[in-house]
């Protein structure tokens, strides 16, 4: 596999009251809206935290800092590209009365619970969504203190 073929991605999983905050995006390759979680490619020179704080931001207008390391996923795209993506979950106390998208690619932001997720007509943007959102429903909380600085 080409190097140009990997990618490196994070993504913020924003749990509050019982409800997963999610992004409406339209899919690049298949031109279709989808749901997906505050997500996207990590900067040249950037740390993971630095780059899943930037996405929630960009993409949802918060300032966030995570609580917890959830793993690693991996996906095989059809594109032929494969994305090993850093999950990080956020568990806010309080939000802010109103936050919008910074990034125009961003349609919506809508808080559904798992099952609303399931019972939209919005597809979630891969099995990874879901994946990411049943590991915080199980528990899983792995110390960020298991990821080193960038040296």
């Known amino acids: 596999m080409s190097r140009n073929r990997l990618h490196l991605t994070v993504a913020a999983v924003v749990y509050y009251q019982g409800r997963f905050l999610l992004v409406q995006e339209r899919d690049k390759l298949s031109g279709?809206?989808?749901l997906n979680q505050p997500a996207g490619?990590?900067?040249e020179d950037e740390d993971?935290?630095?780059a899943v704080c930037r996405e929630v931001y960009e993409e949802?207008?918060?300032t966030l800092l995570?609580?917890?390391w959830l793993?690693?996923?991996q996906l095989k795209a059809s594109n032929g590209h494969t994305y090993v993506r850093v999950n990080f979950l956020f568990e806010p106390d309080s939000l802010p009365p109103a936050f919008r998208p910074q990034d125009p690619d961003i349609l919506a932001l809508h808080?559904?619970?798992r099952n609303e997720l399931l019972a939209q007509k919005l597809p979630p943007r891969s099995q990874l969504v879901l994946d990411a959102i049943d590991l915080c429903l199980a528990g899983t909380r792995l110390p960020l203190s298991?990821?080193?600085p960038l040296c």
């Open 66 to 68: 995570p609580t917890a």
């Open 48 to 50: 993971l935290l630095s």
């Open 146 to 148: 298991l990821i080193q």
């Open 32 to 34: 279709r809206e989808v």
């Open 41 to 43: 490619h990590m900067e």
């Open 111 to 113: 808080w559904l619970s």
């Open 71 to 73: 793993g690693l996923s």
């Open 60 to 62: 949802t207008g918060l």
